[in-house]
């Protein structure tokens, strides 16, 4: 009987640990979105949109060319990282699913998804800074689409295997070719599955920084071309937040709101499209 | 009909040679990644040799360069950071299998999940404006009255610090453990479970005897996984960690990691002995992660294939 106890006793004492580790995650969650929501919305106006960044002392400066500058490299990441994901994605699942090419392919894909981003950029800035001789939007861009790959083509891979055989099987008995049986059938099954999943991987590296410090730096300016320095939320972040200025660490909280924003905002609506359509 | 038939034929070569060359791709942007690291880094590698790894003498004014103390803070903080989060995810991953009512899974599942949506860099911010203080005014001082006589909690609380790095980085990496472990949990058949509630056990021993035996390569993998995040993560570590070289083994003593040492000084670095040695440094980080990253890819795969 005492036994039996001690059993209940542990294994009570095991369950409230569980749960109370349980209820931390959640605390920590909103005790983390509660502070940048509350210290970020106080940064919240007109100015912060439209303004360029000012010197310290001046509280009416904006990161306009920030927000500017962030979805633009994202937006040339994007371009760069989704037909080159898709491709290979599309390898993976379709020719590459149990040969040596496609295991070796996925191994790599699965590392360099958690890959240092750090490194990626002292990668990026090695070839297209140093050869070039400056910093440029380019090179942050390239650095965020290095990131962005690797996401890209496993769930494209992802996606393409949920596609029921029978389809492909009507398409390739009709006598279409396997690349016109993609286009036509597969792609367009798979199509808002695939889109869902590019979205995840836009607002993963929306939030990077590490891959920008040496690529795309930063810039007080609005930018010409993606040839020069670039302008970018969260480098701006970064180097708002390391100083000792209180105006510019209210604009840090005030990036820190909008950046934390977009993302989650973009994660739960993907997750819940993704979730419904996995219901049916 | 013969002609669409090779024109077919020749469409499926271009298309499957196409595909090929761009999964090709990314196993070749991983190889020259390490070819680029290496090659730039030979100078240093030249200069040091093995020396760079065990040498604590980090100095750009003498162009002494040693890797010991941020590869020392990579490891530690790293090491902190599994410590709290390992008995935390497991703990989560367990709450959310066994403990939760079922209306309760997916939400709280999702609210876990979110923690790692949020980006790094705020995580940083929150750390050194947030928890930074909290620590120097609360909870160091209180380590320090009861339990002051250990050396890992000697020294000034200043808030920023090795402990504070790995409390951040727990924080970052438990969703990753979490999840993974969870799926992991789900994967323990139905009818083992049953078997052992059947000869009495309580909930704490089927976890403890048949859920984690069956599912220890997944969680060891899912435990690797979250260690090659902490060991890269560059942001929220730059703003705790203190950046300051200096080997101790206090908790409280401020430090700095392999990807904060790149984060600070890679775009002032002046010389080519001092990129060089970067670049050496950003290399040793990539190696270490490519490892355990690599360790963790072979856990959970195996781990799969034993389910099936």
Known sequence: MNNIQRRKLINGAVLVLSTMAALLGLFMLVWILGDVGIRGAAAMNWDFFTQLPTPPGTSEGGLANAIVGTALMTLVAALIAVPFGVMAGTYLSEFGRHNTMGTITRFISDILVSAPSIVIGVFVYLILVRSLGHFSGWAGAVALAIIMLPVVSRTTEEMLSLVPPEMREAALALGAPYWKMMLHVIYRAAVAGMITGVMLAIARVAGETAPLLFTGLNSPYWMHSMNEPMANLTVTLFDYAMSPYDDWHTLAWGAAFLITVSVLTVTIFTRLVLRNRSRH | ?308
């Open chain 2, 1 to 308: 009909m013969n002609r669409s038939k090779t024109s077919s034929i020749m469409g499926d070569t271009l298309f499957r040679g196409l595909t090929m060359t761009f999964a090709a791709g990314i196993s070749l942007l991983f190889v020259a990644m390490i070819v680029v690291l290496w090659q730039q880094s030979q100078l240093s590698i030249d200069t040091f040799g093995f020396s760079f790894l065990i040498s604590d003498d980090w100095n750009p004014v003498t162009q002494k360069f040693g890797a010991l103390i941020p590869i020392f803070g990579t490891l530690l903080s790293t090491a902190l950071a599994l410590f709290f989060a390992i008995p935390l995810s497991l703990g989560i991953a367990l709450f959310l299998v066994e403990l939760a009512p079922s209306w309760m899974r997916t939400p709280f599942g999702t609210a876990i999940e979110l923690l790692a949506a949020i980006p790094s860099i705020v995580y940083g911010m929150w750390g050194l404006f947030v928890l930074a203080p909290l620590m120097s005014d609360h909870i160091q001082p209180w380590l320090q009255d009861h339990f002051g006589f250990l050396f890992i909690f000697s020294g000034p609380p200043m808030g920023i610090g090795m402990l504070t790095a790995g409390l951040v980085l727990a924080l970052m990496i438990i969703p990753f453990i979490a999840s993974v472990t969870r799926d992991v949990f789900l994967m323990v058949p139905q009818t083992l479970k049953e078997a052992a509630y059947g000869l009495g056990s309580t909930t704490w021993e089927v976890v403890k005897d048949v859920m984690i035996p069956y599912g220890k390569k997944g969680i060891a993998g899912a435990v690797f996984l979250g260690m090659g995040r902490a060991l890269g993560e560059t942001m929220a570590v730059t703003f705790v960690i203190g950046n300051a070289y200096h080997l101790s083994w206090s908790m409280f003593a401020p430090g700095n990691s392999i990807a904060s040492t790149l984060a600070n000084e890679f775009t002032e670095a002046d010389g080519d002995l001092y990129l060089s040695s970067l670049i050496e440094l950003g290399l040793v980080l990539f190696l270490i992660t490519f490892t355990v990253l690599g360790l963790a890819q072979l856990w959970l795969r195996r781990g799969q294939g034993n389910r099936r």
